[in-house]
């Protein structure tokens, strides 16, 4: 396959350095600095997948532009793993070059990003994937897998994408060492990423700390404790259908697997505050606050863990300045 990777991060770096080693021709849009040190020397992924250093089969690029210069205007398969603030752009930019006849398959954090790609390219088009695994860039041309909590989860909307292409996907990623299966039900492994993200990736940013450290603290679970229950009502109010019946049934799974697995994890909010980039938090907290304002609810807690996060990028943002 020749395999488009729309911002080519931590995650999309990985997925792009897999696929090429086994065989699949890679194209990654990315930063400069990253992009060239991909082109020159390859790309090296370390961490508890082991040490690979990927040099054929793939190509970095900075502007869709020159990547249809280069690589002419088909792909056969569209990895979406830009932050989510920048979904609509990137997928608007994409359909001036190249021909909407691929798979997109959105791998990203928070809500919203599958509709889009439903109204942008067509149900027929659009896969929605849960990544609960954890990367980050170390350097330039150097990625560095940190944890692993469960496979990616790859699906599509009802009455859209053949299933049997979702689990040829799933089948990709898996055979290029991406353990990954097909699901009829992506919604709910979206919403469950976003019980995860809500209740940690914030938190664990506010506070600077590894995921670890919020298990670890009886104040810190008890914040937890409440952002998941002030979810669940949202998720009981629009009469969302997921995995867990009641929010005890999914604090267990969170305090007694999820949080172990990714133990040693640092949000990647904080990344994004610490590089004084724009973090995800309007897609994770701030939709669910979104939503359950619609819905009439109140969400407290989920509202200044929202704020807070704001306030710390702002500050870093502005220092850069």
Same mark, same amino acid.
């Given at each position: 396959?020749?395999?488009l990777?729309?911002? /080519?991060?931590a995650? $999309?770096? %990985?997925? @792009? *350095?897999?696929?090429a080693?086994?065989g699949?021709?890679?194209v990654?849009?990315g930063r400069q600095?990253?992009?060239?040190?991909?082109n020159?020397?390859?790309?090296?992924?370390?961490?508890?997948?082991g040490?690979?250093?990927?040099?054929?089969h793939?190509?970095?690029y900075?502007?869709?532009?020159?990547?249809?210069?280069?690589?002419?205007?088909?792909?056969d398969?569209i990895?979406?793993t830009?932050k989510s603030?920048?979904?609509?752009?990137?997928?608007?930019?994409?359909?001036?070059y190249?021909?909407?006849n691929a798979?997109m398959?959105?791998?990203q954090?928070?809500?919203?990003?599958?509709?889009?790609?439903?109204?942008l390219?067509?149900?027929?088009?659009?896969?929605?994937?849960?990544?609960?695994?954890g990367?980050?860039?170390?350097?330039?041309?150097?990625?560095?897998v940190?944890?692993?909590?469960d /496979?990616?989860?790859? $699906?599509g %909307?009802? @009455? *859209?994408?053949?299933p049997?292409m979702?689990?040829?996907i799933?089948?990709?990623?898996?055979?290029?060492?991406?353990?990954?299966?097909?699901?009829?039900?992506?919604?709910?492994?979206?919403?469950?990423?976003v019980?995860y993200?809500?209740?940690?990736?914030a938190?664990?940013?506010?506070?600077?700390?590894?995921y670890?450290?919020l298990l670890?603290?009886?104040?810190?679970?008890?914040?937890i404790?409440y952002?998941?229950?002030?979810?669940?009502s949202v998720?009981?109010?629009?009469k969302?259908?997921?995995?867990?019946?009641?929010p005890?049934?999914?604090?267990?799974l969170?305090?007694?697997?999820?949080?172990?697995?990714t133990?040693?994890h640092?949000?990647?909010?904080?990344?994004?505050?610490?590089?004084?980039?724009m973090?995800e938090?309007?897609?994770?907290?701030?939709?669910?606050?979104?939503?359950?304002e619609?819905?009439?609810l109140?969400?407290?807690?989920n509202?200044v863990?929202?704020?807070?996060?704001?306030?710390?990028?702002?500050?870093?943002?502005s220092d850069?300045?």
């Open positions: 396959m020749k395999i990777i729309l911002g /080519a991060g995650i $999309g770096s %990985v997925f @792009g *350095g897999f696929l080693k086994s699949h021709e890679v990654l849009l600095a990253h992009m060239a040190t991909i020159q020397n390859g790309l090296k992924i370390e961490g508890i997948w040490e690979h250093d990927i040099t054929s793939i190509k970095g900075t502007s869709l532009s020159a990547i249809r210069e280069g690589e002419g205007n088909a792909f398969l990895l979406l830009v603030y920048d979904t609509e752009a990137v997928i608007r930019d994409y359909l001036q190249f021909l909407n798979p398959v959105s791998l954090n928070g809500l919203g990003n599958l509709e889009k790609i439903v109204e390219l067509g149900s027929d088009r659009a896969i929605g994937g849960r990544v609960i695994f990367a980050e860039i170390i350097e330039s041309g150097r990625v560095k940190t944890v692993y909590a /496979a990616v989860v790859v $699906g %909307v009802s @009455g *859209g994408i053949d049997r979702v689990e040829k799933a089948a990709i990623f898996s055979q290029s060492g991406i353990p990954s299966h097909a699901t009829n039900e992506i919604e709910k492994y979206i919403w469950g990423k019980l993200n809500s209740a940690l990736n938190l664990g940013s506010i506070l600077e700390v590894n670890g450290e670890n603290r009886e104040e810190t679970r008890k914040i404790v952002i998941i229950y002030e979810i669940f998720i009981e109010k629009s969302t259908r997921l995995f867990w019946n009641t005890d049934e999914y604090l267990k969170l305090f007694d697997e999820l949080i172990p697995a133990y040693n640092f949000p990647s909010m904080l990344q994004d505050i610490r590089r004084k980039r973090t938090i309007e897609s994770i907290n701030g939709e669910v606050v979104k939503t359950g619609d819905l009439g109140f969400l407290p807690v509202k863990t929202l704020n807070l996060v704001k306030v710390k990028e702002r500050i870093a943002r850069a300045r």
